[in-house]
Structure formats: C-alpha cells, structure tokens
C-alpha cells in the first residue's frame, strides 16, 4: 500500500507472469483488484484476504471528489457495493469474504463516525489484517526455523511464500528464517505438477533472497532422500482436521510417505486458521477435482493423446501418524494428536 | 519390413510426434534409418537393435543395381562402412551395436558366400532378430499377465511398451497380454516427468489397444494407492544387478517405496540382456543426468527461473528388497535374491 487513505492504491506482484516476468499491477481501482483476484494474479488464502481489505478501501475513494461532502448514507451505500462487488472475484476463497467481513464490521461498530473518519480507520484495518498476517509469518518461521537442522538439505513442495501471504509465508518462512539465521540449508524444490507452483513460484522466491536451492521433479523426491541429502521436508496445508490430518497440494501424501520411509522428520506449517475442528478425519475433507488440460498441456502443448482420460486431483492429504510436527502461531503440535492440537489452538 | 532383400524398406513410427501426429517413417535409405535413430524417432533398446539390423541391410542395397555384378570384396567393404556409419548414430546404445556385430557375424561365418546369397542371408538375420525380440516379449507377457490381479487398477511408469521393442514390450507386454485374457485390468499410467513417456507414449499404446487407462501425474501415485485403486504395480529395467536391484526411468524408485507401504506388489519386467552380472548392488549403477532445460522448460515453455540450479538425474533403481518379483523371458524371480537371479538366468 502506498499513500493515504483517499489518494493511495496497492502495488501487487502479478504472479501468472512469473518467473519469467516480475510485472507490477497497480491496484488504483477496484476494478484493478478485482481482476487480479479473478486472475489468479494474487492467490493465496492470506494474500487474497489482504488484497480484499485493501480493495474496500480502494472503492471508496470515488466517493471522495474534491470539495465532496460525503454523508454516511452514501458511503455505507457504496460499502456495501463495493464488498458485494469484491465477493464475486473468487466465489470459494474462505479469506476473501473474512476480510470483507472484518472491514464491514469495522462500519457497523462505528454508526455515528463521519464518512472521511471512517474512510480513514477502514485503511488502518486493511493495515492491521495485513500487519496480522506479517506477525503470523513471522511466528510461523521463528517454530519452523527452530525444529529444521542445520546444515541440511530441506524438501518442500508447492509454493508457501511471501506470494501466498502478505509476510514470509508458512512453511516457507521456516525456510526464510533458518536462512537468515545462517543455518546453512539447502532447498530442494518440488516443480508440483500440474501447475508448477514449486518451479514458477517457490524457486523464485528462494532465488530472490538468495537462499541455496535445487529444483527437482515431484518423482525425484524418493532419489534425493536416499541420496542422504534432506534433513527434513516442510510443507503448508489447506484444511487441517481436529486429529491433525493435513490437507495439501497433491503430492503432499507421497511425500509424507518416502519420509516416513527414510526416518525424515515430515513438518506441516499453517495458521491456526487453517484448522478445521468440526472435521476429525483427513478423508472427511472434499477433495476438488480440476479440469484435465491442467495434465495433458503441460506449459500449454498438449503432450497427451486427445481424449485421454485423466484423474486430476487437486489435493491429498497427510495423515497425523506421517506427520512429525505441526506448527502454528500458537506453537508447535508434537506429537500430532486430537488432544495437542486442542491444546495448542486454544492457547 | 516390406519387401524383399533388394527393393525392400523398414516402416517406423515417429516418435517425436506423438500424441499429436501419428507419421511413418518410410526408412528406404540406411541415411534415414540413421537419422531416425539418431534423432530419437525410434527409440528403446531392442528397438534400436531391429532397425539397425534393418539399416544394415538397406545400405548395401545400393550394391545390387539391376545387371550388376557384385563381388564379395565391395559387398564387405560396404557392409563395414554400413556398420560403422551405424554405429555412430547413438553411440552408447548397447543393443545398436550388438545387432550391428550380429549381422556381421554373419558375413563372417559365410566367407565363401556370394554377395547376391549373403544379402539374402542378412536380411533373414535382421528378421531373426526382430522374432526373438518378438517372442521375448510374448514371454514376458504371459509371466508378467499371470502375476497381475484380475478386476484390479495396475500402475505403470514411463513407457516399455511396443514402441520400445518389436513385439509387444516388456511391462507393457503383461498389461496387453492380461487385457486380451480378459483379466478387466484398468491401467494408471504415470505421466513421467520429465520428458513424459508415459503420457505422450504409454497412453497412446494404452488407447490404441483399448486398454481402460487413466493419465496421473507422478505426485498422485501415492493417492491413487491410498484411494485402494491400485493392486500391482509393474515397470521395466534399464539394467539389473546380481542381487536383483533394477535400475529404471527416473521416479521408479518412489514407486517401489510407495508400494511397500502400501503393501501392494511391485514387478519389473526385462528381458535376461537387462542383467548386469558383474555388478552386485544398484548403487554401483552410475545414474545419467541430464540437461536442465528438461525440466525447466515443460513442452518446450519455460516455466522455471531463469539460472534456476535443477538437479535432474535421468535414472533411479529400487532395491531388491522392494522389488514383489522380477520377470524375464526365462522366467520369474521371486523373491528377488542373489542365488535366485542367478538360478532363473542360467535356465
């Protein structure tokens, strides 16, 4: 966010460009954020919701004409546009319609705040959310840092990262932090087919803060573990049941498996906000199935036979016995059990 | 083949254009043969090795222009310029040049054969050749086909299909010969990053058959085993030590793991040339790598960092220990010792 409340715009990375492109988008409309939401140019549950926040305040500002009078009715009327409006860019982003909510709540508390006030204190809100979202990170990487090994090489898998967040990440503020604390690791990277998140997205931020990194396909994970060169893996998760079942990009569960195999330690890094309490069961979770163009157009060139058929699951997940720690803001869960991670989150 | 000794041609598929394209190579010339070798439209080890056969056998033809009269000295003074010019297509291809040697065993056992005879006589090698790799495969089917459990999904890596030999492959073989049995199997083909065999190649093979058949991407491997889709899993070799430790396409390796924990059966299947006896373990295997942009650059797109570091090693091997049986045309090895490879080679 750059400026004040009624000339400022957001700055965001478009991320379907990278890593070929760094391409700025210059969220000065809510038309602008909308679209980039739409577009997968932001992505990542904390990052959308962050970019929401923003979005409100953003499609206020019309409002705002020199010399304007703006009374509380207009304004309330255009809040409740512009949050409709917001709504619709990505339909099943649990974050998205959270911040909404959290920045109309702001609204409802305050009945008798005038238009240019509230206009003002709906910018240090979308400043707090992301503010809270950079202290969650920052959490997230001091625990994760401090169960990785030194001098080691770290497996992970999808992408994590400041893309996915408005701090450092999940899992791979772990990564981050270690780094900078000079623990000497080394990365491998999933390419996380189908749709490369690892390649695209993991590997250029790793390269950005010159942390050391590999990338590898998601069927060398087993060759690089028994070449003895990883130490631990650490991933992020979706969804999270009660008994610490952890849902993630496909891929996660093979990956919990070979570390199970080779005496790896297998950590998950989300927010407590990724916890699901009303589900016990990894395989209560609804598990999305997307198009299989995703499979056979690798990069857009289609390198299967037309009409082949194709199992496309978005995610899998890692059941609590295949995970040696699961950390939170709120600390670190270990060993997974239903009674930790009640523990833990209610701290 | 097509045709006789002197006006007869090699029909190949091309490879490099499928999915998309099914074109013939019509390889009338030994330049084209070589060229097809060389650029990969023909590949596989015994596949290689019939259509270098082929290849020697087409380069002498030049000899034999109507009314000429061919002496022994230009025909072997042609035929090893022939050899060596195919030998130089792929140079550390094992069956090109122990075809290659075949043939001219041949002329050399015949020394006191007319040209116009041993041309004849080659030609009937080169069939020699391609109906033992023929049968070898129809062996390897019908042992690998009684291993397979009816009403069962079967999981399958890169391609050892048709393409790679002259009959009906190796693994592939025992997938084709369980579905022309009626044994109701339904093939999980995984994609095979990174250059894909399994969907550009297997897939076709599968489809052109009317094997029931589903394209994965490597990471689903675990799930599709979790899900209980799975009930063997079969791939070829690329070479087998002493002890019976496979060395095959990358990502096999975590194939093997995936099965052990899932206690499903995991076969490889090759013919007894795979063997390498004078190796004990796999880790005396040295393991190719291969180019970066493989990886970095899916269909031709690049889709990594640019200067992104990848590690891409073009082979893996499972151990023994993971290894359910192994099937060759002698028989099949199970379970997988030392004393037992040895026993069933020398059959």
Redesign the interface.
């Known amino acids: 966010w750059q400026a004040d409340e009624l000339t400022g715009s957001l700055k965001l990375i478009d991320q379907t460009v990278l ?2 492109q760094l391409k700025h988008i210059d969220g000065n409309t809510v038309e602008h954020i909308w679209e980039a939401i739409k577009q997968l140019k932001v992505r990542g549950a904390p990052a959308i919701g962050v970019a929401a926040a923003y979005g409100i305040v953003v499609g206020l500002q019309p409002l705002f004409q020199p010399g304007a009078d703006v009374s509380r009715g207009e304004f309330d009327q255009q809040l409740a546009k512009v949050a409709r409006y917001l709504a619709e860019s990505r339909p099943t982003a649990v974050n998205l319609f959270w911040a909404i909510q959290r920045m109309e709540q702001v609204a409802k508390d305050h009945p008798q705040m005038s238009a240019a006030d509230l206009q003002k204190r709906l910018l240090v809100e979308a400043q707090a959310i992301e503010t809270e979202d950079r202290a969650m990170c920052a959490r997230l990487g001091e625990f994760g840092a401090s169960l990785l090994p030194a001098n080691s090489g770290i497996l992970t898998h999808c992408n994590t990262g400041g893309l996915a967040t408005a701090g450092d990440g999940t899992a791979f503020a772990a990564l981050a932090h270690a780094h900078a604390a000079g623990k000497q690791i080394h990365v ?1 990277a ?5 749709l ?1 998140q690892g ?2 997205l993991t ?2 931020e790793l ?1 950005q803060r010159g942390i ?13 573990m ?1 070449e003895g060169r990883i130490g631990a893996a650490i991933v992020g998760a979706d969804r999270i049941t009660a008994r610490g079942d952890a849902a993630n990009k ?2 996660t ?2 990956v919990a ?2 570390c ?2 080779h005496k790896i330690p297998f950590y998950v890094s989300a927010p407590s906000s990724t916890f699901d309490l009303t589900l016990l069961e990894g395989k209560s979770i609804p598990i999305e199935e997307r198009v299989s163009t995703e ?19 978005a995610f ?1 997940f890692a059941p609590a016995e295949l995970i040696t720690a699961i950390i939170t803001e709120k600390g670190i869960i270990q060993p997974v059990t239903e009674a930790n991670v009640r523990k833990v989150l209610s701290a």
Do not use: F
């Open positions: 890593p070929t491998y999933d390419e996380t087919r189908p490369l390649a695209r590997m250029w390269m050391p990194c590999t990338l590898i396909t998601d069927s060398m994970a087993g060759q690089v028994k496909i891929g569960y093979s498996v070979l199970h195999y499979i056979t157009h690798p990069g857009g060139v289609q390198l299967a036979p037309t009409g082949a058929n194709v199992y496309n699951p899998d």
